[in-house]
């Protein structure tokens, strides 16, 4: 039986503000002071971070998956991040993987006593038949969520834990503790602490997939351009690249598959679409191998 009372996230502050008797716009400025602390939570915490970023990046190096797990406001920011990567990344459907307790009803509305249930935690992740190729992140600001302790219990293979409980009894190779301190609002971990945990996957979402040949440089060169503003950001990836003209690359990118490295090693070796796939391939899908 968890001592609630005694967890860093249900802290309040001795002196706290009344919000209840200020201005909606002083509320509005006390809440932007706290993205400092977050902010600053998480720079105390970037050595396991980083650590995190390389278990995450490892996974998908070896051909694993990464996988989000949490309840509430933790676990709808790790949907938010997973929901992300393909249009960000070109990364395929269960590359990353978000769990949520009581989804899905739960993306939409508090289903708050899922995150009690561990047996689901557990199961939710088997169905998913993880390996140890794999990278299990779980997310719980409180640290008490059973969903992410089951989850993270049957497990084969990397765990990361994302917590502002530094005392959290969830096992994990990787232990990020964001010491944020108490919320403005007692007890509301969707403020400062969702700032953080945003910022968090945001730091594990890019440095994996970046680690996958998604990134060129500072370019999202695997793009998918399914919409008229990605496919104005591939054809200028493309001339930029190559580097060709404007209308030269918009050929080059339909004649690529829309694979804008496959564009730009088309154009840069003067190979026909077949070699430059075959060529990417053999780099592991990385643009700057590929070039070699």
Do not use: W
């Amino acid at each position: 039986m968890n001592d609630y009372a005694s967890l860093p996230t249900e802290a309040a502050r001795a002196a706290g503000p009344e919000l209840d008797l200020l201005p909606a716009a002083e509320i509005a400025r006390l809440l932007l002071a706290e993205e400092a602390e977050a902010q600053a939570a998480v720079e105390r915490a970037i050595g396991p971070v980083g650590l995190a970023c390389e278990a995450a990046a490892a996974a998908l190096r070896r051909g694993g998956r990464l996988f989000y797990v949490g309840a509430g406001t933790s676990g709808r920011l790790g949907v938010l991040d997973a929901a992300e990567v393909g249009p960000t990344f070109g990364a395929p459907p269960g590359l990353v993987v978000a769990l949520l307790a009581g989804a899905p009803r739960a993306m939409t509305e508090g289903v708050e006593g899922a995150e009690d249930d561990g047996a689901a935690g557990r199961a939710a992740l088997r169905a998913h038949a993880p390996s140890d190729r794999d990278c299990i992140v779980g997310i719980t600001m409180s640290g008490t969520a059973a969903f992410v302790r089951g989850a993270l219990e049957a497990a084969p293979s990397t765990r990361v834990l994302l917590t502002a409980n530094a005392g959290a009894e969830i096992p994990a190779e990787v232990v990020v503790a964001l010491d944020l301190g108490p919320e403005l609002l007692a007890g509301s971990t969707r403020l400062k602490g969702g700032s953080a945990t945003k910022a968090v996957l945001n730091m594990i979402s890019t440095a994996a997939l970046a680690a996958t040949g998604a990134v060129y440089g500072n370019r999202m060169v695997a793009v998918r351009p399914v919409n008229r503003k990605l496919r104005d950001r591939a054809e200028r990836l493309v001339a930029e690249l190559a580097p060709v003209d404007r209308a030269r690359a918009a050929i080059l990118l339909v004649e690529a598959g829309d694979d804008v490295r496959v564009a730009v090693l088309m154009a840069r070796l003067g190979s026909p679409r077949d070699e430059a796939l075959a060529r990417l391939a053999r780099a592991g899908g990385s643009l700057r191998r590929a070039l070699r």
